[in-house]
């Protein structure tokens, strides 16, 4: 165990805390990373799979956690989307459940940054090499690139080639092959995806996870310690004295206090800013909480005439036409053979008064889903909820995100799109999610505690350094002044890479 | 972890022997438990597979839909399984609409069992590996 106080003291294990500790480390300094959950062994890994497969729980990580793991620490609902279960409180962090979709940010899309795309474009590169990104230069409008990628993409799918192709062609929109975090090839001691679609858990060990990859070689280091079922309740600053952590051993319920000579803020989009607004005195800006934002998708469920193919268990092509072109927010468009909304179809197939599993095995062979992700304007806020105390008293975040007109622009605009594309494809669209009431939130919470070129437009500069402090920063998508339709983790990553060098230089940079 | 080609063939032949045989030429015992006989009744096996009887208890033991309060399940059930076994398919006409909606959920929740989907894909259930991982890249049979 490094003796304290150490270098640099994060807050959570997830990709972000995980890479920067891992890169910290190889440049020589000490860390300590803080993580409110645990670690998943091989054992409950395998428990998890063969539930899921029998349809048995716990079937993901966040039901093998249970609610008391994280409901009393912060439990915050929008419209019924609960951010209990967008991210994962355990070691890994969303890494343990995420799509490992891994596009880069367009120019366009980090113009509220206060810096530009060439200069965080090496940083993407390096991004991708960490996380391993398979994918192809086959996006005729994105901006330049100064390294390729890591490994080639995965291959298209039937039903890609023979017909969401030709239906692209005819809308003139490029399908474009995503850039996920999962091994085309063997790579960095991982395999190449198997196949077995289900990603979820990836038994292979194809897609990125940070506990498997980054803290578990920081850990083999005599310079990192990691300590799990830590909840953090503040950054306490009092004048004249160092500035500590304040932090509980969830599993004695002893308080105790931890020094570090930097403190790296990494628990997410929601908890980081609510943790600054917790550690009174820390953050000067007022502008902690404001334009909270996240991404929203639009669903729709397309039954063709034919069997589309099968599917690998992530989407290997995405349309970004209306990401180069927005007519309002930008939207990134996706189609793939995979049934996900059962009760639509099977309310559908009872339509003419009977259920046959024959029939439903026929519709299932010939659906498709169709989704729409996309930009939301920065109009919400998280502030602290005072009749809503955690289990140590402190007040839970409160979310309030209002969908501005832009927002609604937007969100005709995607279920447009799904129109359009549906009828390229020539199926009969069962469902249109937005025009029915179903907004889905993307899980990629942001733009809480932005970074800006000055305190007056932003809570941290632009290294991610808290305005008004010298050691204290933030790393989580709560950085982001703006999203887009691009998810956050490869950016996220790009920021921890560029962190981590000017920390590991001579400290604070 | 290239296993279970055999899982994958037997997924394969459940599959298969669904579309060929939606109703059984004999008549099986209708299960006495009336979760397990509205299961064999909506699920994509012939009404005498072992591997229904099997799921059912997995999928009892997870979180299925619970029946409405005032709905006679059993009877439910029993009609819903004499619907299979006599035309391939379960009658929703004679159903109120609690009834119904309950079968609907009922479905749809047994279809998101990998197990139950993959009978009917004609692909290995997910969370195995197949013996052709390109295996989506090809056009379907």
Known sequence: ?509 | MKLSRRAWLAAAALAAACRKKPVTEATPPAPKEPFVRLVYALGPWPLDAASGREIAESFQRGQPPSAPSGLDFDDLATRCFEDRRTTGSVNLGRMDEKAKNFVLDFAAALYRIPDVHAALTNAPPEGECPADRLLHTRAPI
């Open chain 1, 1 to 509: 165990m490094p003796a304290e106080p150490v270098d640099v003291c994060i807050v959570g294990a997830g990709p972000a805390g995980a890479v920067l500790a891992s890169r910290l480390v190889a440049l020589g300094r000490s860390v300590c990373i803080v993580e409110h959950g645990r670690r998943f062994s091989a054992e409950e890994r395998a428990t998890l799979l063969a539930n899921r497969r029998r349809g048995a729980e716990p079937g993901n990580f966040n039901h093998a956690l249970g609610p008391e793991a994280q409901l009393p620490y912060g439990s915050v609902e929008v419209d019924g989307f609960s951010y209990f279960q967008a991210r994962v409180p355990a070691v890994g962090g969303s890494s343990l459940h995420w799509s490992a979709h891994c596009p880069r940010p367009l120019p366009s899309e980090l113009a509220g940054f206060p810096f530009d795309y060439a200069s965080l474009e090496p940083w993407l590169g390096r991004a991708e090499v960490e996380l391993g990104v398979a994918g192809s230069p086959d996006d005729p409008e994105a901006p330049a690139r100064s390294t390729p990628f890591p490994m080639p993409a995965h291959p298209r799918s039937y039903f890609e080639r023979e017909l969401l192709e030709p239906a692209c062609k005819k809308l003139g929109w490029p399908l474009v092959s995503n850039a996920v975090a999962i091994a085309s090839e063997p790579y960095a001691g991982r395999a190449a995806c198997q196949a077995c679609r289900l990603c979820e858990l990836c038994p292979s060990g194809a897609r990125y996870f940070a506990d498997q990859t980054h803290l578990a070689r920081v850990l083999d280091s005599p310079r990192a310690e990691l300590r799990v079922e830590t909840h953090v309740r503040r950054i306490e600053s009092a004048r004249g004295r160092p500035r500590e952590l304040l932090v509980v051993d969830r599993r004695t319920g002893k308080e105790s206090r931890l020094r570090a000579k930097t403190f790296v803020i990494a628990a997410g989009g929601v908890e980081s800013a609510r943790l600054l607004l917790l550690s009174r005195g820390l953050a000067a800006s007022r502008l902690v909480g404001q334009g909270f934002a996240d991404n929203l998708l639009v669903a729709g469920q397309l039954l063709l005439q034919r069997d589309v193919g099968l599917a690998l268990g992530f989407t290997t092509t995405s349309i970004h036409h209306h990401r180069h072109h927005p007519k309002f927010g930008s939207i990134k468009l996706q189609a793939y053979p995979r049934l996900v909304d059962r009760n639509t179809l099977v309310r559908f197939l009872a339509r003419d008064g009977a259920l046959s599993p024959e029939a439903f095995g026929r519709a299932v062979r010939h659906a498709v889903t169709l989704i729409a992700l996309t930009e939301k304007e920065r109009v919400g806020r998280l502030e602290l909820d005072p009749e809503n105390k955690d289990a140590h008293g402190d007040p839970q975040a409160r979310i309030v995100v209002p969908l501005s007109k832009r927002d609604r622009m937007t969100l005709d605009t995607a279920a447009g799109v799904i129109d359009e594309l549906g009828r390229a494809l020539g199926g009969e669209l069962l469902s249109n999610g937005w025009r029915e009431g179903q907004l889905i939130w993307g899980a990629h919470p942001f733009g809480a505690a932005v970074m800006a070129s000055t305190p007056k437009d932003g809570v941290c500069d632009a290294d991610g350094r808290v305005f008004g402090t010298d050691d204290v920063f933030v790393l989580s998508s709560a950085l982001f002044p703006g999203l887009g339709s691009a998810n956050p983790t490869l950016t996220l990553v790009a920021l921890a890479l560029r962190m981590a060098e000017q920390l590991g230089k001579g400290g604070a940079p």
